[in-house]
């Protein structure tokens, strides 16, 4: 597992667990200064991905939430604010059920979450995506499951990766980078156990930041987050679908700062230890 250490000065810490397929795809936000000028921001890259630990079983949410509590007391960070997209929003929710004491805020970023009612028809869409990597096409496969996902043609979509992470295209698609999503992620999507009692033991501050223009499956996954969580907040993106944080950084960036600001943390819960590079609901509010 890889941590990359991405803020400036000793702000309050935080946790940024990005998707699946695209290691770095945070990467955007590490430049913008609603989050850098004031938080201490770590990337977090989940075990099998590029540059991080190999393993040739698949890996739960449960696993994953560990490694990034673990990465955490590592670098001697007690509580930290918490972003996940995709299912790294899903990793997100599992590490605020396991380790309630690390997580300060949760701002998900349009968890998949299979339990909607578009689920069955989510999957059928990707189906064409499932048959090409069951058949040794891991390019193709990567890129209509990406198409389906993010709601964009392969090129449009493969545009706009590239331009906020420089070669995550190319990351997405090595071979075992491919394996890792269709062998281990959704795998363990679909075997993940999340619903209204886990949501019940949870007390931390939520956001969930939606794309306008999104897949349904996310769009409903949403509207089940403010069924289970009463103090919910809502960040609503113009102009973007799943690749919100890429689409427009910006608008993702200033929101997700100012509900971090909204539930700051105390003195006694920042530890500020050394910087590593180790391989009630208010209204919604609409991003312009």
Known sequence: MTLEYGGKGSGEPVLLISTGPIADSFLPLLSEKALVERYRLIAFRQRRLARS???????????????????LGHLDVSRAHVAGHSTGAVIALQLAVDRPDVVQTLALLEPPLV????????????????????????????????????????????????????????????????????ASYLPALTAWQFGADQAALMSQPVLSVLGMETEQLFVESHELLHSWFPQIEDCRIEGAA?????????PVARGVAEFFARHPMTGGDIHDGPSTSLGRRPAATSMP
């Open 53 to 71: 630990t190999n393993s040739p079983a698949p890996v739960s949410f449960a696993e994953h939430a560990a490694d990034a509590a673990a990465l």
């Open 115 to 182: 339990g909607v009612p578009s689920a069955a028809a989510f999957f059928e869409k990707v189906g064409p995506a499932l048959a090409a990597y069951g058949s040794g096409d891991r390019d193709g496969a990567m890129a209509r499951f990406l198409s389906v996902v993010c709601s964009l043609e392969w090129e449009t979509c493969r545009k706009a990766i590239e331009k906020h992470v420089p070669g995550g295209v190319a990351q997405a698609m090595t071979s075992e980078n491919v394996d890792n999503l269709f």
């Open 242 to 250: 799943h690749l919100l944080h890429m689409q427009r950084p910006e």
